[in-house]
DNA sequence: ACAAGTCTTGAGAACGCTCACAATATGCGC
DNA sequence: GCGCATATTGTGAGCGTTCTCAAGACTTGT
């Protein structure tokens, strides 16, 4: 005979238990109207061979494939991964999903998508043609791309859209930006900050806007003025060198900057060293992402952390149990939070102080 | 009529087209013997229908099932990911894994599996059953897990073993841990250091093995000793601690030292500020990875980086292109490369030479 | 003890694709 | 123009599972 490589089949259990194909199926998938014994009879024979059922023909015959489909943004992913800036984004993503998936039986397959517009409707159509997941999530970008959405839509594929703050279509997922950017500007006006600048991400990331909304609101709250002291970048680091050059050209009485990215803010970080200053008696630092790159620095980075990895899983939690359901578009959100640590400090005298 | 929920197979193309299922088919994988103009009007329907093959039927009457499995080890990528200090090997593996198997109209999966013995057989049976991938690519330290070759082997499942050295079962690929650490160690010699210490991996990671055999080589050749002057951690931070404590207790005139994990070069970096040693000025300092983090740390560290990536990526590529081939049990290498930042110098004028 | 229901089990089709093979068309040498 | 080799196309079976539906075994109320 030849080498064991057949795998075992569901037959090949039916046979071993003296039952039908169905009844393995049913005790399999946990069917409700087994007898306990030969529930029990069939579960002997199922660990006696090792049988697994086969991915493939599940989702051949069956509704469901056990497959859940996480997009991310090629263009950035691959800038960020050839260029050895860390992509953290994704790790915690696959991370916090493959294991929420595993926990309930499903597997994650990870796509990069490019984000321009023609691309789009192909890749994922084609990702979801092949893969026929049984759901789909979303990262920014993408989280808001009409095209998209619309496409899952009407293939009838439920679909998360991480970081949106916006209701439906789809389950929302944000991780409190405007918050995350209030918490952090108003820790820094309570550390006595008067100029507090922003550096903040592209536009075309909806929560680059909810950032500013946040930073902006705890300014007037305390009758700040932000005129000046808002910069965009792309999330990258020379996208920050340029930011923090421009802001401190034009504010000397800057004392605090809150960056939108590590990068970012690991750039203002290089910046103000070149210029003498020091973080953070001269410069306070606030970073968004909380990446471990942060934590090794000189000094290390007071960073809003963003909790990917279990925003990731709320998403595949809710896609496996309630995919289906007509879910009310609700906004489900997973508070970030500051983790403070040496980059910030108190405001020093200003010079209007001293007069 | 419904919502479009259904998706497009092969027979609406073939329907379209005006051919059989067969003729289709054939089109879809390149087959030799179709005629040109059957071919272009079989792809005009293929492309105005936006067909595209499921994975799943493909599998099931197929031979292959267009997945890569990728391996790793559960226990230290769910310790780093929880600590936050970042999981940069699984990112790598990803990221090169899936742009190579894409390139070939493949999958990669990733699947985290426990060291302890009486689970492997169980998990990995287990995916290996439900996935039915046409190669796995394992990583450190399954690569060398007999347990596991075996499993592999006895279901005619090609697999790539990354990092490792030792000819067979598999495609064995290697990133020169030896030559590393003897381009590290001998870089520093030639920087005039004579006392070079190497804080080494777990002794479960054969890497760990040839690493050390390189330092011992590069020193030997000088006529240098290594006695006294070698420490064993876990590639995590803490060790890296205790490591470079007991090294710099036991010996005084230490100017170098060479950690096999950036963690580890990081802690090293830290005890080192602590005692009052500046480096690179008292203490010299190459770590093992590469990851993003040792760029931006004060100073930005030297380091061996290991292409991981690219490693990967050839991995895939030989069980895609050559899977069933009887491969010959060849050893792949990729070689490591030297990245000097400024965590290395020249060796300070040591008491006996100002002696 | 009998009809009417519920619980348990099984049989057969179907999912979308590729395989092996059969059938037909085309080309070539003479 | 005939016969053979070769190129091209089509046919039917089967992959491993779940679905639908029907049949048999057991309860229950009267």
Redesign the interface.
């Known amino acids: 005979m030849a ?3 057949k ?2 089949t569901i037959r090949d259990v039916a046979e071993d238990a003296g039952v039908s194909l169905q009844t393995v199926s049913r005790v399999v998938n946990g069917g409700p109207n087994v007898r306990a014994q030969l529930r029990d009879k069939v579960r002997a024979s199922i660990d006696r061979l ?8 599940q ?2 015959s069956g509704s469901r ?1 056990y497959i859940i489909l996480a997009i991310n943004d090629r263009e950035r ?2 800038a960020d ?1 050839r260029e ?5 984004w ?3 993503m ?2 916090g999903g ?2 929420t998936c595993s926990k309930h039986g499903y ?1 994650m ?2 796509e ?1 998508i490019d984000t321009h517009s023609d691309h789009v409707e192909r890749e994922l ?2 990702a979801i ?4 997941p049984d759901g789909v999530v979303l990262t920014p970008p993408h989280s808001e791309n009409r095209l998209i959405t619309a496409l899952l839509a ?3 594929i439920p679909f998360a859209r991480i970081g949106s703050m916006e209701p439906g279509p789809g389950i929302a997922l944000t991780m409190g930006d405007d918050g995350a950017a209030h918490l952090a500007a108003s820790r820094l006006i309570e550390l006595g900050h008067r100029r507090i600048a922003m550096i903040a991400g592209p536009a075309q990331y909806s929560l680059s806007g909810w950032r500013i909304e946040g930073w902006k609101r705890a300014l007037g709250e305390h009758g700040l003025p932000w005129e000046g002291l808002l910069e965009a970048g792309d999330f990258g680091y020379e996208s920050g060198t340029r930011a923090t050059r421009a802001l401190l050209d034009r504010n000397p009485d800057l004392t605090a900057i809150i960056a939108s990215s590590d990068q970012m803010a ?1 750039a203002a970080l290089e910046v103000a060293r070149d210029r003498g200053m020091s973080v953070p008696r001269d410069l306070s630092l606030v970073s968004f992402d ?4 942060v ?4 000094p290390p980075l007071t960073a809003i952390d963003q909790p990917i ?1 279990e925003t990731v899983s709320r998403a595949v939690e809710q896609l496996i149990l309630h995919g289906r359901d007509e879910g009310g578009d609700a906004v489900i959100e997973v508070a970030a939070t500051l983790i403070e640590r040496s980059s910030t400090a108190p405001a020093p005298p200003s010079i209007s102080d001293a007069a």
Do not use: H, K
């Open positions: 080498r064991g490589r795998s075992v090792g049988y697994v059922p086969s991915l493939a023909a989702r051949m494939s992913t691959l991964w050895r800036r860390g992509t953290d994704v790790d915690q696959l991370l493959i294991l597997r397959m990870v990069l159509g084609a043609s092949a893969l026929q009407e293939r009838d690991l909380n990446t471990p790159i934590r090794f620095t000189q990895s």
